[in-house]
């Protein structure tokens, strides 16, 4: 026989009995027993399906049944089962109730959304063009605790987009800038700093504390890494990426849904898709991409509406149009599918085939480098020599080198003709790659007296002329 | 009606003022006479919430058995759970409903800048649906 020990509040359904010797060999027969024999204890432990209630704790001794076997726990002659509730409870501040009050009147969010909203932990990494809408958003709208990654300063080309840090902030620390602006427009909120480059070493670590991850990073390496990780984790990973005008958002690696390696099985080629640096980006992108990931992390932590899972959003704002390609997750995915082969992080600059850090350029000068200074010289001497500029016309607008001719390294080979094999010749672009392909393909063509201003136009302008500006 | 003895009454005032700005939370240990309740002991307990601690709280079920049969052994029952609510009303928000449990009385300290404000006491329904209010007398 078991002796069950009865709570005070209901004694009065067990003839006000405080204990009652009840047998059974296990937890469920002692518990049948007992309400069998007080049919009024019943509908105080069970709910209508037959559950134990969720307040009700049962205890063997001094052991929890749930970490036993449950129901099936065995009992002993004179063992004590105790029946005990489990309490808890959370409040908004009057002041949080004043601040979400637009949240609180809809009931799809409602006190308990707001109160979920409170308690999730999302991760952003980046704090950039797309972690800066996200950011400004997910904290106004009181997402409790927001983990932030960045290990970059801010510095003035950041400002055309990413508008979580200002002027004032250049030169500081994204993620100082980032958390004092999250903290002003809500102090409400903890915002937790992880300053590293997200690692193949790190990501789990970091990630494991966070429920929901969103991907705010400009290359491939660490979005293969965030989707692997988050595959791996079990955690949605709310993407976004952008481009010039055009950008994409889907929810990856929701349960049942695709991962970014079902819609993309392998990097493209180093070099052939060019970064937002390279290629540039209408500083408004990030804004409407961030905040459609802001809006689906939101609506992932309240569990309401449709995710945008399956379902990759396009956005083009020259044509101003949203579209929307299905995503259907991959069964041979190397890390989502039924039989993976990614079964733990890789090293992802081997993967997209990009060094984990650049060469450091060679000291010096090679034969067919010219430095800046040695340029302005020619010119001051009055030397005979073409001085090339092969960025792109919108470029040339910006700023030039006097004198220089514009030729864009795209044009280069249909205007050869234009150029003269026995002239000198100095080519430069904006910082010299381009200008070095110019001079690679001039070498080609058999041109021998021709070089590359090192450094482009952004060293003459710290070597020569600080008037023409950098861009 | 529940009524809180002085001494019980510091210990939770003191208790819920050391954890200002968290909150705070334990058990009450005393006598019922049909819908009469008299605190007699204040047991404070850790606040288990693996998180923020400013808006929510956790008991741990361990903790409360403890507090049953520590009421057992001394002749008492355990009669309510406290908890407090930093900067904010003494309200029975959803989730304390929620995650309440309709056999105990809940008295909620409400602090503010980490004094006591005013205090209510709530019986949550057997379905934790809805609480009505119990009357409270207590020292302050």
């Known amino acids: 026989m078991a002796k069950v020990l009865i709570p005070t509040p209901l004694r009065q359904y067990a003839d006000k009995q405080d204990s009652v010797e009840i047998g059974g060999a296990t937890v469920g027969e002692v518990l049948a027993g007992l309400t069998s024999r007080y049919p009024d204890l019943k509908r105080q432990l069970y709910s209508d399906e037959g559950k134990l209630r969720s307040f009700v704790n049962v205890y063997v001794n001094d052991d929890d049944i749930r970490y036993l076997s449950r129901d099936a726990s065995p009992v002993q002659d004179g063992d004590t089962i105790s029946i005990v509730p489990s309490v808890a409870g959370g409040n908004l501040s009057n002041e949080e109730i004043l601040r979400y009050s637009r949240h609180l009147i809809m009931p799809e969010v409602g006190m308990e959304g707001q109160i979920r909203l409170k308690n999730a932990r999302v991760l952003l990494v980046g704090t950039g063009g797309l972690g800066s809408p996200l950011g400004l958003y997910l904290a106004a709208a009181g997402v409790g605790h927001i983990g932030l990654v960045d290990f970059d300063v801010v510095d003035f080309t950041n400002l055309q987009r990413q508008i979580l840090h200002g002027t004032k902030d250049v030169g500081r620390k994204k993620l100082d800038s980032a958390a004092d602006r999250m903290l002003d427009i809500n102090p409400h909120i903890e915002i937790i700093r992880h300053e590293v480059a997200l690692t193949s070493e790190n990501a789990l670590d970091i990630l494991k504390d966070y429920e929901i991850v969103v991907d705010g990073t400009d290359n491939f390496p660490t979005r293969y890494l965030v989707n692997d990780a988050c595959v791996l984790l079990g955690k949605p990973n709310v993407y976004g990426s952008i481009f010039r005008f055009e950008g994409q958002a889907t929810v990856f690696a929701y349960p049942g849904g695709p991962c970014y390696r079902c819609l993309y099985p392998e990097p493209p080629p180093p070099g052939l898709v060019p970064s937002c640096a390279e290629g540039g980006v209408l500083g408004i992108l990030p804004g409407v991409i961030g905040v459609v990931q802001a809006t689906e992390t939101v609506k992932l932590i309240l569990g309401k509406g449709e995710p945008l899972v399956g379902r990759l959003m396009l956005y083009d704002a020259l044509a101003m149009r949203f579209r929307e390609l299905k995503l259907r997750r991959n069964p041979e995915c190397p890390v989502c599918g039924e039989h993976p082969t990614v079964r733990q992080l890789i090293d992802y600059h081997q993967f997209c085939g990009v060094p984990q850090h650049e060469p450091p350029p060679p000291a010096g000068l090679t034969e067919w480098e010219v430095d800046p200074l040695e340029v302005k010289s020619k010119m001051d001497r009055g030397d005979r020599f073409v001085l090339i500029d092969v960025r792109e016309p919108h470029e040339f607008q910006i700023c030039r080198i006097p004198g220089s001719r514009l030729i864009p390294l795209g044009e280069l080979v249909k205007r050869l003709s234009e150029l003269d094999s026995a002239e000198d010749i100095v080519a430069h672009c904006k910082s010299g790659m381009r200008s070095g392909k110019a001079v690679d393909f001039l070498r080609q063509a058999g041109f021998r007296k021709v070089k590359n201003m090192k450094g482009g136009i952004l060293a003459w302008s710290d070597k020569v002329d600080p008037r023409v500006p950098k861009y | ?140």
């Open chain 2, 1 to 140: 009606m529940i009524r809180i003895e002085r001494e019980a009454w510091e210990v939770m005032l003191s208790h819920a003022g050391s954890h200002y700005p968290n909150e705070c939370c334990g058990a009450m240990l005393g006598q019922v006479d049909g819908s009469r309740k008299t605190v007699r002991i204040a047991v404070p307990m850790e606040n288990a919430w693996q998180g923020e601690r400013h808006s929510r709280y956790e008991l741990r079920p361990q903790d409360l058995l403890r507090a049953d049969q520590e009421a057992r052994s001394q002749g008492l029952d355990l009669v309510g759970i406290f908890h407090s609510h930093p900067d904010c009303d003494a309200y029975f928000s959803k989730t304390d409903l929620e995650n309440s449990c309709p056999w105990y009385s809940f008295v909620i300290l409400s602090i503010r800048g980490g004094r006591f404000d005013h205090a209510n006491s709530f019986l949550p329904n057997a379905d934790q649906t809805a609480a009505e209010a119990e009357e409270i007398i207590h020292p302050d």
